[in-house]
């Protein structure tokens, strides 16, 4: 009698945490819903305005034959940036949701970070061949442990970092690529800049989605505010850590991030890739 009163009270226990879960679980589910159809609002009303800018701009050169030549010039160049802004636009939303979704296949392996780092430059280089770019300094130690990552990923992680501090540091400034080795089981990273610096008030929300620091100054920037929020998301998926520093105003950034590293023993039994 005793045993089935406390089997009883056993699998009622059962059921209330398992309604308990449920509810977490919706909860949960509930959460996810608001944040994507924030998303997908807040999408739509970063592609209106450009959307609108192209139309105004077709409308009057299909309207006015009569335009200058130099006013058909200013419609045309600004109808191209604002497509140019779309397409980035999309494509930095889609990988943001594919990322969110779980839904990337990670090729993780060993890889030394100068290989990642070699190929964000010479990316970098070749987006930003019409314009001059700050001096950038790669200082890397032989030394340095192999990272256990998704290189593809790494890279554009890179990339991002390196596109803002190429975009907020005068051609003047100098761009510093750095990494040491944390305790036993990671590396840590830092893309630092003589730019403009951050706010103490901002280093948080620059990883917002669509968090820019003025709008006007994405005109100019042409940025989509989703490249922080996508490292972000990538470098947590590994594990990893990704933060901002700055000393102010005009006080350049530091952004720094931790990566996980091959264990000692696997590194020596690991074929030796080209050393720098
Ligand atoms: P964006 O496409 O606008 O660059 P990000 O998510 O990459 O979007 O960056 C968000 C905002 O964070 C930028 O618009 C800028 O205000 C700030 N920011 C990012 N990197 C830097 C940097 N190196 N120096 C100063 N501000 C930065």
Redesign the pocket.
């Known amino acids: 009698m005793i045993e089935a009163i406390a089997t009883q009270i056993g699998v009622a226990l059962i059921q209330a945490e398992a309604f308990e879960n449920l509810e977490d679980l919706n909860q949960q589910l509930e959460a996810l819903d608001r944040t994507r159809s924030n998303l997908i609002a807040i999408t739509g009303h970063e592609l209106r305005t450009p959307l609108s800018t192209i139309q105004v701009c077709l409308e009057s050169l299909a309207s006015e034959p009569d335009m200058s030549p130099d006013l058909r010039q200013v419609m045309l160049n600004s109808a191209l940036t604002d497509g140019e802004r779309m397409r980035k636009l999309i494509q930095d939303f889609l990988t943001l949701s594919r990322l969110e979704s779980g839904r990337i296949e990670w090729k993780v392996e060993p890889l030394p970070l100068w290989e990642c780092v070699d190929l964000a430059l010479s990316s970098l280089q070749a987006r930003r061949s019409a314009n001059p770019i700050p001096q950038i300094i790669t200082q890397l130690s032989t030394e340095l442990p192999l990272v256990q990552v998704d290189g593809e990923w790494l890279v554009e992680v890179l990339s991002?970092l390196l596109?803002?501090?190429c975009?907020?540091?005068d051609a003047k400034g100098r761009i510093t690529i750095q990494a040491q080795r944390l305790g036993t089981d990671k590396l840590e990273v830092t893309v630092s800049?003589t730019?403009?610096?951050?706010e103490a008030n901002r280093l948080e929300t620059?990883?917002d989605r669509f968090?820019?620091?003025e709008g006007a100054?994405?005109r100019t920037?042409g940025?989509?505010?989703?490249?922080?929020?996508i490292c972000r998301q990538i470098i947590t998926n590994w594990g990893g850590q990704i933060w901002a520093e700055s000393g102010g105003k005009d006080c350049g950034?530091q952004?720094h991030f931790t990566v996980p590293i091959v264990p000692l023993e696997e590194k020596q039994s690991m074929s030796t890739r080209r050393k720098r």
Request: proline content about 0%; glycine content about 18%; cysteine-free.
């Open positions: 991002k596109d803002n501090a975009k907020f540091t800049d730019g403009r610096g951050i620059v990883f968090y820019q620091e100054l994405r920037t940025g989509t505010g989703l490249g922080l929020a950034s952004f």
